[in-house]
């Protein structure tokens, strides 16, 4: 039988233990200082052993989570998902865009754990698979300007959105009411008060929320729809705003939801889901949404 010498660690770096023949719990006959290739040898076989539990370890982390929203709420879904995150450990991966981006999207990567967005544009959407909602708020439409315009002082509601549009002189971005639900809810105001037509020429529609206050802030247009959630994030930015109220002579009501998959189908990420789910529940996230205007 080939003879085989089995060298333990001690306490000492330098030396190694030659374990008691017979002995399975390497009784120490004698301990003898090793050449230098054993221990770079006793060395390697260390770190391959950490190497292997650290890999174990990443493979067990919760698997990641995958929220889509519309544009025009970036920033409260970043502040629930920081917020949610430093509670739980999961970490979310974010996507944004209108709504109909967001869903050419979910369809085409086969993945989305959580939809955040109007529950009328996300009841239309085909094949997602997202039957739980979550109320979150309903949306608001505003009016907003950029620094510097001539507004007259106490606009409220629908007659100071026509006193500001009678201004022929003042350009007017909004997102485009085929994709976004912003731009929908502008393009029922307008119509129902009787002012689309006659914006056609100064009218410039763009593909989302953060367009129409990036166009404010850089001064390139004079008045643009947006949401109050994005007003009030970019306030600083603008000149002012006025807030719309949805309902009869106006646009039809924005219900913002979470809308989820079914709690009983099987998906990686389902434990996550479950945790979002009630972390949107909580005083904590209800005050994210307060803020924004919610």
């Known amino acids: 039988m080939k003879k085989v010498t089995c060298l333990l660690a001690t306490a000492r770096p330098d030396v190694l233990a030659v374990p008691r023949a017979g002995s399975l719990m ?46 025009g709420y970036k920033r409260p879904v970043e502040a629930l998902c ?25 369809q085409a990567s086969g993945r989305v754990d ?56 003042w350009s007017v971005a909004m997102p485009n009411p085929q994709q976004a639900v912003y731009g929908l809810a502008a393009k029922q105001l307008l119509q129902a008060q009787g002012l689309w037509d006659g914006l056609q020429d100064r009218l410039k529609v763009v593909s989302t929320v953060p367009q129409v206050s990036a166009y404010l802030s ?46 009983s189908k099987a998906a990686v990420a389902l434990n996550s889901i479950q945790q979002f789910a009630l972390f949107l529940e909580t005083p904590a996230a209800r005050d994210i949404l307060r803020r924004a205007g919610l």
């Open 218 to 263: 850089s001064g390139e247009v004079d008045l643009g729809f947006m949401n109050l959630t994005e007003a009030l994030a970019v306030k600083d930015q603008l000149g002012g705003f006025i807030q719309l109220p949805s309902g009869e002579g106006s646009y039809t009501e924005v219900a913002i939801v979470a809308a989820l998959p079914d709690a």
């Open 114 to 169: 959580v939809l955040v967005g109007d529950a009328s544009f996300i009841d239309k959407a085909q094949g997602l698979q997202l039957p739980r909602r979550i109320p979150l708020g309903q949306g608001i439409l505003a009016l907003a300007w950029r620094r510097n315009l001539p507004v007259p002082a106490g606009l409220i509601g629908l007659a100071g959105v026509r006193q500001l549009l009678a201004a022929s002189r």
């Open 26 to 71: 390497g009784g120490v006959d004698v301990c003898l200082k090793p050449n230098r290739r054993q221990v770079l040898g006793v060395g390697a076989a260390a770190v391959a052993l950490w190497l292997g539990s650290a890999r174990l370890v990443g493979a067990q982390t919760v698997p990641s989570l995958l929220v889509m929203a519309g544009a």
């Open 82 to 106: 920081a917020a949610f995150t430093q509670t739980s450990g999961v970490v979310v991966e974010r996507s944004y865009g209108n709504l109909q981006q967001i869903f050419a999207q979910a």
